[in-house]
């Protein structure tokens, strides 16, 4: 389970997130979505320990892992994070374009390089999760189809076997048919217990498969709900999300 409570992020002086609150319970999809600028990807980079908190919690199960809880203060860092639970998968998914697929893997096993049975049965587990990888192991990841480096960059998060996977907008830049085969694959992690907090700009498909959704506006969480509930109120998806 993944909890932020009451989270504020500033950048200078301009608070980027005000007082946010979510939370994603184990074996669900919760989508976060809103338009450009809201503040989806400054959470996911809190979350990870990647920005520093203003005020507020991230928690994972018992642990806390950043912020400040019934005034004691915690500050993990975001090396530590990895390895308590929480996988992320940036935006543009950000491979490493001259490494081979496989060498991708090993720098996300980086944390358990030392148990080599471990990190072995673990890229095993992956490369049958993801067929595509198997086939293209030896090729550097620069050369794959974005949606092929989509699936690497989720790989490489879940070589770590994550309490949470954090993806932030998985499909974009992706042509049709990749943007498909990633929320094909993005339910099927779930359907194989991987609990999943998705950014995605497509709000239409991010409510489609998603448990519980939150919709953030200008830092501020507006509108939250259960996803089949939302996607049926056409009002809420025009005014806050802008697409029909
Ligand atoms: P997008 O879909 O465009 O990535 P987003 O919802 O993920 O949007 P954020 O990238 O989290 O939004 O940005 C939230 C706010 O913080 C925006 O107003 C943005 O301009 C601002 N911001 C983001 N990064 C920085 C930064 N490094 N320095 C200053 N302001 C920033």
Partial sequence: MLAVSDLTVSYGQANALQNVSLRVDDGQIVALIGRNGAGKTT?????????????????????????????????????????????????????????????????????????????????????????????RRKQLAGTLSGGEQQMLAMARALIMDPKVLLLDEPSMGLAPLYVKLVLDTILDLKKQGVTILLVEQLATAALAISD???????????????????????????????VS
Wanted: proline residues 4%; charged residues 20%.
């Fill in 43 to 135: 959470l996911l980079k809190a979350v990870s320990g990647l920005l520093p908190i203003r005020s507020g919690s991230v928690q994972i199960d018992d642990t806390i892992l950043n912020g400040t809880k019934d005034g004691t203060a915690y500050n993990t860092p975001a090396h530590k994070i990895i390895g308590m639970g929480v996988g992320h998968v940036p935006q543009g998914r950000q491979v490493f374009s001259d490494q081979t697929v496989e060498d991708n893997l090993i720098l996300g096993g980086y944390l358990i390089r030392n148990n080599k049975q471990l990190l072995q049965e673990r890229m095993e587990r992956e490369y049958n999760r993801f067929p595509r990888l198997l086939e």
């Fill in 212 to 242: 519980y959704a939150y919709v953030l506006q200008n830092g501020d969480i507006v509108i939250e709900g259960e996803s089949s509930k939302l996607r049926n109120d056409p009002a809420l998806i025009q005014t806050y999300l802008g």
